[in-house]
């Protein structure tokens, strides 16, 4: 094998050899690893991060970065829970994504036609919507306590709760969409040669607005979802998962430099950072040496990627 196969077979799969290690090694150090009940918990505590990652895949294939997502969470958190409070339950749940999706567009627009990065956008962007859920909610937490809203996160069918059923048909709609569609073939133009894409013809500025978007009705639809479960509607809600949606997607293998990712691998990501939580978790291991292990895996996916641009 060659250096260039090793760095791309790293890059697609080294995410899933971290896994399979730290799942032996788990359930060899604790009886209550290994267990049904633990790694539904898992999955189901991570639904939100997974739905957020799964979107933000696409924003990152085609080049950009969101940090407004957690935002965006903490808006979709105060407008759900404000309209099952006032107007009626159901409808907060509705259209909390869509809230989500009109911000997410203002997102693309304004990286499209102010023409600066979508980093720095976002951030501005972030602090905008921060302060829009700070005022609708008064600083305040918003209490919902609604069988008709907590349904959603606190519910199960067929014996799986219901933001895990949302998450595995979110993720299946997304890598359809990625990879069986002309839009999502575009995506992987516009991000691996931008000036490519104008000269055969794409509309760039579109593809980009749409992928930011998608990352907005994905931050709307996580949102939902916590607020029902804790039946709370609250401006701080979402606070560092942008963060953690960016870093599983590394995890995951997608490139930071664009033209490269798929959704299952950032699925992947949001898990071995569940693995390492739950795992840190069970075995009663200092936080500090937690966050060190997630800072050096997250670093090594980085390099991973630098050498695969430079390769």
């Given at each position: 094998?060659?250096?260039?196969?090793?760095?791309?077979?790293?890059?697609?799969?080294?995410?899933?050899i971290l896994i399979a290690v730290l799942m032996i090694?788990?359930?060899?150090?604790?009886?209550?690893?290994?267990?049904?009940?633990?790694?539904?918990?898992?999955?189901?505590?991570?639904?939100?991060?997974?739905?957020?990652?799964?979107?933000?895949?696409?924003?990152?294939?085609?080049?950009?970065?969101?940090?407004?997502?957690?935002?965006?969470?903490?808006?979709?958190?105060?407008?759900?829970?404000?309209?099952?409070?006032?107007?009626?339950?159901?409808?907060?749940?509705?259209?909390?994504?869509?809230?989500?999706?009109?911000?997410?567009?203002?997102?693309?627009?304004?990286?499209?036609?102010?023409?600066?990065?979508?980093?720095?956008?976002?951030?501005?962007?972030?602090?905008?919507?921060?302060?829009?859920?700070?005022?609708?909610?008064?600083?305040?937490?918003?209490?919902?306590?609604?069988?008709?809203?907590?349904?959603?996160?606190?519910?199960?069918?067929?014996?799986?709760?219901?933001?895990?059923?949302?998450?595995?048909?979110?993720?299946?709609?997304?890598?359809?969409?990625?990879?069986?569609?002309?839009?999502?073939?575009?995506?992987?133009?516009?991000?691996?040669?931008?000036?490519?894409?104008?000269?055969?013809?794409?509309?760039?500025?579109?593809?980009?607005?749409?992928?930011?978007?998608?990352?907005?009705?994905?931050?709307?639809?996580?949102?939902?979802?916590?607020?029902?479960?804790?039946?709370?509607?609250?401006?701080?809600?979402?606070?560092?998962?942008?963060?953690?949606?960016?870093?599983?997607?590394?995890?995951?293998?997608?490139?930071?430099?664009?033209?490269?990712?798929?959704?299952?691998?950032?699925?992947?990501?949001?898990?071995?950072?569940?693995?390492?939580?739950?795992?840190?978790?069970?075995?009663?291991?200092?936080?500090?040496?937690?966050?060190?292990?997630?800072?050096?895996?997250?670093?090594?996916?980085?390099?991973?990627?630098?050498?695969?641009?430079?390769?």
């Amino acid at each position: 094998m060659t250096r260039a196969q090793l760095i791309h077979f790293m890059q697609s799969y080294a995410v899933l050899i971290l896994i399979a290690v730290l799942m032996i090694v788990l359930s060899l150090s604790s009886d209550s690893f290994l267990t049904g009940r633990n790694l539904l918990n898992i999955l189901n505590q991570n639904a939100p991060l997974a739905i957020m990652a799964s979107a933000m895949t696409l924003v990152i294939i085609v080049g950009g970065f969101d940090l407004s997502v957690g935002a965006i969470f903490a808006m979709g958190s105060v407008a759900s829970a404000w309209l099952a409070l006032n107007v009626n339950p159901y409808l907060g749940l509705l259209l909390a994504p869509f809230v989500g999706l009109a911000l997410g567009f203002v997102n693309g627009l304004a990286i499209t036609t102010l023409r600066v990065h979508s980093f720095l956008a976002t951030i501005a962007t972030a602090l905008i919507f921060s302060g829009i859920a700070v005022a609708l909610s008064d600083g305040r937490l918003i209490s919902v306590r609604l069988d008709e809203f907590t349904w959603l996160g606190r519910g199960r069918f067929l014996g799986v709760f219901n933001a895990v059923w949302l998450m595995a048909i979110f993720a299946i709609f997304l890598t359809f969409f990625l990879n069986h569609t002309t839009f999502g073939r575009r995506v992987f133009s516009v991000g691996g040669n931008e000036e490519a894409a104008i000269l055969s013809g794409i509309r760039t500025n579109r593809i980009k607005i749409a992928t930011f978007a998608i990352a907005g009705f994905a931050a709307g639809l996580a949102s939902i979802i916590t607020t029902s479960r804790v039946a709370l509607g609250q401006a701080s809600a979402g606070s560092g998962m942008e963060l953690q949606a960016i870093a599983a997607v590394i995890l995951g293998g997608t490139s930071i430099y664009g033209g490269q990712g798929a959704v299952w691998r950032s699925l992947a990501g949001v898990f071995l950072l569940a693995l390492v939580n739950n795992g840190f978790n069970i075995l009663s291991i200092d936080p500090f040496f937690r966050d060190l292990t997630m800072g050096l895996i997250i670093l090594a996916a980085v390099g991973i990627s630098a050498m695969g641009r430079h390769r």
